[in-house]
């Protein structure tokens, strides 16, 4: 995985008032927790935006350097909260990492290739599972896991033992879970017997005269 880089400064007011201020004045509050001890601090979220872009998930190995110092951590995003309302960011909890020592991290999955399923016989994919937990070293993070759907049928399944996987990276999901499979194309339901019986019977019905009032048939008499 690519090494990016993000600056951020240190804090030190907490709490919902400071927290406000600091996102009217443009910046995000953080957290940077893994090391001695967790730090507060605050960031650009256009930054944090600017490395989602173009990549599939947030886990990405992140070269921290604090503002006007030449402190310097490797950290990977573990969280980030949004607004629900206006879906604008937060929050960013910060995890600092031990280039020697493994790491527990959601990876996504990509399917690849044309199930023969879907190409021969009009199937469904189905995608059950989006992101696996893997263990590796913070320098061979995948930015994705290919799951190779070429050889799937009508009613297949490809599970997560059948994943390849980079050198280094051992996935945790069990090896059964289903991670995508094709499903048969959706066939228009015929009307049921009932249905078609009270149609004809409708149909078959005779119209209904209105009865006639009696003023209306002494009129008739009078004629």
Known sequence: MDMRELTIEKRDSTGKGPARRLRRAGRVPAILYGGTTPVNVA?????????????????????????GTSDK??????????????????????QEVAMDKPIQVAVPLRHVGEAKGVKDTAGILEMILREVQVSCLPREIPEFIS??????????????GDLAVPDGVRILNDPGQAVVTVAPPAVEEAPTAAVTAVAAETAAEP????ERKPKEEAEEKKK
Do not use: N
């Open 73 to 94: 951590r490797m950290a990977i995003i573990r969280d980030m909260q949004f607004d629900p309302v206006s879906e604008d960011l937060v929050h960013v909890d910060l």
């Open 43 to 67: 960031l650009d979220p256009h930054d944090i935006y600017r490395l989602l872009h173009g990549h599939e998930g947030s886990t990405q190995l992140l070269e921290v350097s604090f503002a």
């Open 207 to 210: 119209e209904v005269l209105t």
């Open 147 to 160: 799951a190779d759907v070429t050889e799937l049928g009508i009613h297949d399944v490809l599970t997560v």
